[in-house]
């Protein structure tokens, strides 16, 4: 009941309040009402375009986070030439100042070559080729222009002035593609590898069963009574390293126990000599 009184209440309030102000505007209920549906088409445009700036706002945003996210793309460059004594830190200390720099990566020299370093008294161990990751591709475009046939030093005094870089941007390159390339790498050498023992092994067997053939069909002719001729070749072959030292060493030898006996002959020449001339010096007493 008090509910409804506080309703009549306020519904009588607000028709008074109508009526005040239609004496004091003179207008009539008709423009009241055009006038309540401007005002509403008015607030539902308003309502719109707040809509449309807030979706152009949220638009801004995505297209801000899509630049961001794109400045932070890495770009790889590649190093074709890698000077002796370059090692991993003197290249970051070079590059880091043109922009942020990532991962590096230098490929070693191959086995061999250490080996016949390492026989010459050199443990030095240098690199062919390296790949070095910028944090921003535009950067390393940037260093790859700027920086190919140009000296690595900037002063004359520096180690590496008289070197140039030789340097390559790789378009579409990430760093898993380097680490399936290694992993082919190996795997092909692998492969070849194997590919040579089978083929090793393969011509020793060969030998191995027509010598076993050979020797097989020369008892049996030995047994029926046929007469084997064996083969001779009519060239010697060629000496070895080390049969040539040795049979240096024993001509060495030989020559000094020659020496020696001449020496002792004519020592024993002399020996007789003054023995001879003692005992005829005697005799003439």
Known sequence: MFSCLLKEITEMKRREEEEKRRKTTGQSPEEEEEEQRRRSSQSEEEEEEEAASEQKGAAD????AKKKERKCVPGIIYLGHIPPRLRPKHLRNLLSAYGEIGRIFLQPEDRQVRRKKKKSGSRRCDFTEGWVEFRDKRVAK???LSLHN????????QRFFSDLWNIKYLHRFHWTHLSERLAYEQTVLQQRLRAEVSQAKKETSFYLNNVEKSEHLRKKRQRDGEQVEEKTWDFTQRQTEEEIQKKKKKDSITQKRLNKARLMQQE???????LAKIFNSNQSE
């Open 150 to 157: 140009t000296p690595m030093g900037t002063k004359k005094r």
């Open 61 to 64: 945003d995505d297209d801000e």
């Open 268 to 274: 024993s020449q002399s020996n007789v000599s003054l």
């Open 142 to 144: 940037r260093v790859a």
